[in-house]
């Protein structure tokens, strides 16, 4: 009897050690990289995701409707691991993407950290997959290509200024694609003026005169100081010449002179002041007339005034 329960009990024993060993081996198949971390998992790619938030044991497991943050931003860090690896690019790598995000829902998209979902459209970017107009949020983009048949057509400016992977075919037609020099950018619009107002463009300006530089402003000082000394010189000859002149005029006896005055009598010198100061003083007035105009004259009215005073000078 005693023998009869001890081997059953140990039966029993090695049911249940067989059970958990059945279990343990069941767990191990079901997450063979839970003994790893993200980092070893992710290993040299270059994309970044939240390592933290990755669920190792979730690790290939594709996320349920119901999913978890982590749940579900495993499966996106998995899926841009693999894009990165694999030998797809295009619109391959665009039905490997429907295939992989199919039946998932907006509410998943946004469970994802934003920086990993930044990094699945990186990686669908680099390799020729366009996901949407980058003023767009990303889940959104993302979820709309899932109810897409083909690929979305890229911006021209976006196609232009991308980096894509030697290997893909949207790289050779970057390279063979006319550059487009300057993409026009929209002003924003102007507001509209009040009423009664001018707009600030239309304002007329009263034109300024631009001031004179160091060198004009030398030159002009020179001609103002040349013309005073030319005036002071013809003064001084003036002066000179309204001296009083007691010249005698021998005539012949017995002949009467042509005005009146007997012959071999002295002109008298009082008249020739007279006559000569009257035409000194009109020479003088002009000259300064002259003088003070072609100050205020443009440079080529100055130079032929100029000219002309000193023809004046000579004469007189």
């Known amino acids: 009897m005693a023998d009869d329960q001890s081997s059953s009990s140990s039966s029993v024993a090695d049911a249940a050690d067989a059970q958990e060993q ?4 069941s767990e191990e198949a079901a997450s063979p990289w839970a003994r790893y971390t993200a980092k070893h998992l992710m290993g040299n790619c270059p994309y970044a995701v939240a390592l933290k938030t990755i669920d190792t ?16 931003t495993t499966w996106v860090a998995k899926t841009i691991h693999d894009y990165h690896l694999a030998m797809v690019w295009d619109d391959h790598l665009f039905n490997d993407y429907l295939g992989d995000f199919k039946g998932w829902t907006k509410e998943m ?15 669908l970017h680099h390799r020729g997959v366009y996901t949407g107009s980058n003023c767009a949020r990303i ?7 899932i109810a897409m048949e083909n690929a979305l057509e890229w911006d021209p400016a976006e196609f232009q200024l991308m980096d894509f992977d030697s290997q893909s075919k949207a790289y050779k037609q970057q390279q063979n694609a006319p550059r ?29 005169q631009p001031p004179l530089q160091g060198e004009q402003q030398g030159d002009q000082q020179d001609e103002h100081r040349g013309v005073g000394q030319y005036v002071q010189n013809l003064r001084h000859q ?6 009083p002149l007691h010249a005698t005029a021998p005539a012949a006896t017995g002949t009467a002179a042509s005005n009146g005055i007997p012959r071999g009598h002295a002109v008298p010198s009082t008249a020739y002041e007279r006559r000569t100061f009257q035409t000194t003083r009109t020479t003088s007035r002009s000259v300064q007339d002259a003088a003070a105009a072609m ?3 443009q440079p080529a009215q100055r130079q032929h005034n100029h000219a002309v005073l000193k023809a004046m000078g000579k004469q007189q």
């Open 22 to 25: 059945l279990h343990g081996s």
């Open 57 to 72: 044991s979730l690790w290939g497991v594709p996320a349920p409707a119901d999913t978890s943050k982590a749940h579900a």
């Open 109 to 123: 998209f946004l469970k994802v950290k934003r920086g990993t979902l930044k990094s699945l459209k990186t990686v």
């Open 139 to 145: 889940a959104d983009s993302l979820y709309n290509m």
């Open 180 to 208: 487009i020099d300057h993409v026009p950018e929209q002003q924003p619009p102007q507001p509209a003026p009040l009423a009664g107002t001018q707009p600030p463009q239309l304002q007329l300006q009263q034109p300024q």
């Open 238 to 243: 003036n002066a000179d010449s309204q001296q």
């Open 295 to 297: 100050v205020t004259q």
